[in-house]
Nanobody
Framework: QVQLVESGGGSVQAGGSLRLSCAASGRTFSSYAMGWFRQGPGKEREFVATIDRSGGSTDYADSVKGRFTISRDNAKNTVYLQMDSLKPEDTAVYFC???????????????????WGQGTQVTVSS
């Protein structure tokens, strides 16, 4: 099992960039697909991006495609979310999550993720 801790959130102006990190504890990190989700003010939590256990396959929400990049470093037990060309509508608490998938693949579905971090705030001003 893994425990997750996000970092890298903050405040930025529209058009700026931030990189979120999610550090995982435990020895089985490479058996997990990893995902990023977000919850904006007054909104439900939504899918942002996901990456398979090897880092060879990714998927993105349409709203962030071409602006955000998910990656992982299994040697460091860390997953990243590079966010470029940020918009005010990207303002949210961002959560990383782990989905045990030793056979590979990924999911956009929140309930398939069984480990969650505490979240990190991202605020984009216009």
């Amino acid at each position: 099992q893994v425990q997750l801790v996000e970092s890298g959130g903050g405040s930025v102006q529209a058009g700026g960039s931030l990189r979120l990190s999610c550090a995982a504890s435990g020895r089985t990190f490479s058996s997990y697909a990893m995902g990023w989700f977000r919850q904006g003010p007054g909104k439900e939590r939504e899918f942002v991006a996901t990456i398979d256990r090897s880092g060879g396959s990714t998927d993105y929400a349409d709203s962030v495609k071409g602006r955000f990049t998910i990656s992982r470093d299994n040697a460091k037990n860390t997953v990243y979310l590079q966010m470029d060309s940020l918009k005010p509508e990207d303002t949210a608490v961002y959560f990383c999550a782990a989905d045990y998938r030793p056979g590979g693949g990924w999911s956009r579905v929140q309930y398939e993720y069984d480990r969650w971090g505490q979240g990190t705030q991202v605020t984009v001003s216009s």
